[in-house]
């Protein structure tokens, strides 16, 4: 559950634009007919799988392995670096990380920030001149923008490992150790969804897209791929909408939307930072007993709430995203690989589960955080320290009790 009372951004890179184009581009996904051969009950598991509890058996083989002689890192500085603490995952993940770090016996400071390239750099630069072994960064962060300063901290002996960036980043930047999110994978899911919750049968959709940021074309084309083979004759209309205009323009964007196409039932919102007002924009428009919505990456305890409650229980079937604990140790173990002189953990298997939150596991999730406990201990026996139980293991899990709240 990413806990993102801002953007609900957190896997993307911080650059944007200052425009938006409420314009809309419909693209069918196909001129052919719906595929007969769609098995619409093979979808739906795929789906329910993603909204059930993670098991970190199902990502440790991906892993690369124990990390031999971990107590080699005992006393060394790592720099944590959040992409921009006002946002709550960016703030979890650091402290996720520097948790782990903590018991091996590593040194962490967290770099408070509001996201300013400027901030980055000193943050780098301290940790170039103070003796730091290791550079952890991410989290609405874009490497590239601070290229020049990394690359400096590797030259002079510092490991550097970053949570979030695109491939393309992490080339320009020089970054090797990385760890993601499963952007394809969220856009395959809502398409996946909302065809089986339309029974197979052909929907117009509109999606509000935010195309400055990396993440948006991953899940977006992902997205369509997938409608173009389970539902051809399915239509999406796009609408983007950049980061600093959602506040302004998504609500009005989203019901003028829905009243130039009267028979849209779908509605695909890129990020959960969008969902307050689009359902502005949808209850404007008095949609909500017609039109239900998918995707919305980025989770966040106050989005998962709005499917606690009408009208959001019965308008938001999707609000999807990973475990700022569990990406905040994933980010660690890439760096403790690279302390050791490890391979890297691959791009594409440097990934943490997204998990779906529904209406119907909403209160679930609010209430234990929703990513059960195997994970914790799963990472631990891969950085060679003892398995956890009982309080412990549960505070671990919760960044004692920060993951977990009240519908």
């Known amino acids: 559950m990413l806990v993102v009372v801002g953007l609900g951004l957190v896997g993307c890179s911080s650059s944007s634009s200052s425009s938006s184009s409420t314009t809309p581009t419909t693209t069918p996904t196909s001129s052919s007919s719906p595929s007969s051969s769609v098995n619409l009950s093979a979808l739906a598991s795929a789906v329910n799988a993603a909204a059930a509890v993670p098991n970190f058996s199902t990502y440790a083989a991906q892993y690369g392995g124990t990390v031999p002689n971990t107590s080699n890192l005992k006393g060394k500085k790592i720099m944590i670096l959040p992409g921009d603490s006002a946002l709550a995952a960016c703030t979890e993940i650091a402290q996720a990380d520097a948790a782990i770090a903590s ?79 499963p952007y394809a994978l969220d856009g395959t899911y809502a398409a996946e969804e909302a065809v089986v919750q339309h029974n197979g049968q052909p929907f117009q959709a509109i999606a509000i897209t935010s195309n400055a940021a990396p993440a948006t074309a991953i899940m977006q084309g992902a997205l369509t791929s997938e409608l173009a083979k389970i539902c051809p004759k399915c239509t999406v209309t796009d609408y983007d909408v950049e980061v600093p205009q959602w506040t302004t323009d998504i609500a009005s964007t989203v019901t003028s939307a829905l009243l130039a196409h009267p028979d849209v039932t779908v509605i ?65 173990l890439q760096t403790a690989r690279a302390l050791e002189k490890l391979a890297p953990i691959s791009y594409n298997d440097a990934i943490g589960p997204d998990r779906i939150a529904t209406p119907q596991n909403a209160v679930n999730v609010l209430e234990t955080g929703g990513w059960g406990t195997s994970w914790v201990n799963g990472f631990r026996a891969l950085l060679g320290l003892p398995a956890l139980s009982g309080s412990a293991l549960t505070n671990a899990s919760t960044l004692n009790g920060a993951m977990t709240g009240t519908p």
């Open 268 to 332: 695909f919102p890129d990020y959960a930072g969008m969902l307050t007002y689009m359902m502005a924009g949808i209850e404007a428009a008095h949609k909500t007993s017609t039109v239900k919505t998918y995707l919305a990456f980025g989770g966040g305890t106050p989005f998962i709430k709005l499917q606690t409650v009408q009208p959001g229980a019965s308008v938001i079937q999707q609000d999807i995203g990973g475990y700022p604990p569990w990406t905040g140790y994933l980010l660690f």
């Open 103 to 181: 018991d091996l016996g590593m040194v962490p400071t967290i770099f408070a920030n509001s996201g300013l390239e400027s901030q980055y750099t000193s943050a780098i630069e301290d940790a170039i001149h103070g003796g730091y072994a290791a550079i952890d960064a991410g989290c609405d962060f874009d490497p590239t923008l601070v290229a020049p300063a990394l690359k400096t901290a590797e030259k002079d002996g510092i490991v550097v490992a970053v949570y979030g960036a695109t491939q393309q980043e992490a080339a320009q930047s020089g970054v090797t150790y990385n760890n993601v999110d």
